[in-house]
């Protein structure tokens, strides 16, 4: 099986940043696309960020374009969400999710199959 596991969370003041890591450990094989969603109270899960494990697919949320950044160390199977100019509507639970994806695909359909326990962003 796959496990993810989410760190980097905590309280933060506007204009401030965080970085979340999630590293991923068990049986993974082939490619596979990496997302970052959130939820903050009484909303609905957010698709945050995207990435693909082969590195040549990126895709970020609007309402984070230019402020968060994706990346991958593949060795230490952990991807990091760097988020700058955090703004307090940022505040939601974050949560990494995996799933299967073919070498070419641009993780628009990925079926997330695997979930992190979520980590609490706070901004005030």
């Known amino acids: 099986d796959v496990q993810l596991v989410e760190s980097g969370g905590g309280s933060v003041q506007a204009g401030g940043s965080l970085r979340l890591s999630c590293e991923v450990s068990g049986n993974t094989y082939g490619t596979y696309c990496m997302g970052w969603f959130r939820q903050a109270p009484a909303k609905e899960r957010e698709g945050v960020a995207t990435?693909?494990?082969?590195?040549?697919?990126?895709r970020y949320a609007d309402s984070v374009k230019g402020r968060f950044t994706l990346s991958q160390d593949n060795a230490k199977k952990t991807v990091y969400l760097q988020m700058n100019s955090l703004k307090p509507e940022d505040t939601a639970v974050y949560s990494c999710?995996?799933?299967?994806?073919?070498?070419?695909?641009?993780?628009?359909?990925?079926?997330?199959?695997?979930w992190g326990q979520g980590t609490q962003v706070t901004v005030s």
């Open positions: 999710a995996a799933g299967q994806a073919g070498f070419y695909s641009d993780c628009r359909t990925t079926q997330y199959n695997y």
């Open positions: 990435i693909h494990s082969a590195g040549h697919y990126t």
